[in-house]
């Protein structure tokens, strides 16, 4: 819609993680500095946390873009709340590798023998963990063994781990002394400044062929924008794809604060909404679309191990059908939600014709009144 509108030759704040569209903020620069450091190490745990929303996941498709491949051998997992059995058998399936109906022993002897084969041929093994607060103790102390394999002094695994806030106070937890040990490095993402979410937004458009003069923005756009968005890189995309749709409808060449507090309004507007109409379906809906979101993600990371690996594709193959058997049932429960939400909606604006037909009813000479005068103007939700 608004990207042949101002001419743009992609969608410029789509919430996928894409390395195209990295923007290297005072923190994000500092953590892939930190990144980079420990890719040069080649062993130890690099840390890196950060808020919701805040690119995390971004950062390290950045980097792996710098990756040598005839160097660096690497995978990322996306983790939920794995013990660590389980966890062992998502890291060996992250690199392709087959896991079917094979005991610890046997996993980790794989596992030993798939680093060793690299280390031969001269290349490093990296491992990334998303989401690594999901992970109990147990789990994490998994982790830590794995980086004990070794040929000499010469460590065979590396990890990334990626968290939001609170791994920071589980890595201070007395239990986790041997990990902390283990960590070269650490980074905490913090949202932009103000000045960084201008340069932020600006950047984006940029990549997709803005050239500065359509749309162009006043003063006092970016300041109203950082203050609906604290800064939140998820949030400004949110909120800028909203911005420019509004821009669209409205045939706006210009962008003024006023358009955004009209757009703020209409998302907190919609936010009210959504509380006071779905209740605890709604937070219901959020957490089974998160659920369909990860196994998705897992979808993806399988098939391009396929394409990777075809030596591997059978067990990925079994890998892919169970995790499409496992968003079946979350589509068919997001269904039934979506059809309560919007018999709802259906409801509430029954209610309000109602009321309205029942005011123009009582109101004085009602049908003398031009057709166009009751008109109602659209708006975006």
Known sequence: MYTDYYRFNAKPFQLSPDPRFFFGSRAHTRALAYL??????G?????VTGGIG??????????????????????????TQLE????????????????????K?????????????????GRRVLLVVDEAQNLPPRSLEE????????????????????????FRHTLQEPGMEQLRQRVIASSHLTPLTEEETRDYIE??????????????????????????????????????????????LEELREFTPAAVEAVGQELEQGREVGVQGAGR?????LRVSHAMEQRLIELEEAMETVLQHPEWQDAQLERMERRIAQVEPAVRVLRRELADVRRRIDQQDRLGDSFLDDKFDDAPYADDQPAAQTSMEARPL
């Not at 062993?43 to 840390?47: A, H, L």
């Not at 022993?105 to 041929?121: M, N, P, S, T, V």
């Not at 006092?220 to 995309?237: D, M």
């Open 43 to 47: 062993e130890g745990f690099i840390v």
């Open 54 to 79: 805040t690119g995390k996941t971004t950062l390290v498709k950045s980097l792996f873009q710098e990756l040598d491949p005839n160097q660096v051998v690497a995978a990322q997992l996306v983790t």
């Open 36 to 41: 980079r450091y420990g890719l040069s190490q």
């Open 143 to 166: 982790l830590r063994m794995l980086s004990n394999f070794q040929i000499g002094e010469t460590p065979l695994l590396q990890s990334f781990l990626l968290g939001q806030e609170e």
């Open 105 to 121: 022993a046997a996993l980790l002897k794989h596992f030993e023998d798939f680093l060793r084969g690299h280390a031969r041929q």
């Open 203 to 248: 950047h984006r458009l940029r990549v997709v062929g803005w050239d500065g003069r359509q749309p162009t923005f006043n003063e006092g756009v970016y300041s109203a924008l950082h203050r609906f968005t604290q800064g939140i890189p998820r949030l400004i995309n949110v909120f800028s794809d909203r911005l420019m749709l509004y821009g669209f």
């Open 84 to 103: 660590a059995d389980e966890l062992l058998r998502s890291v060996v399936a992250s690199f392709g590798l087959p896991y079917e109906g094979m005991g």
């Open 281 to 285: 379906n709604s937070r219901s809906l």
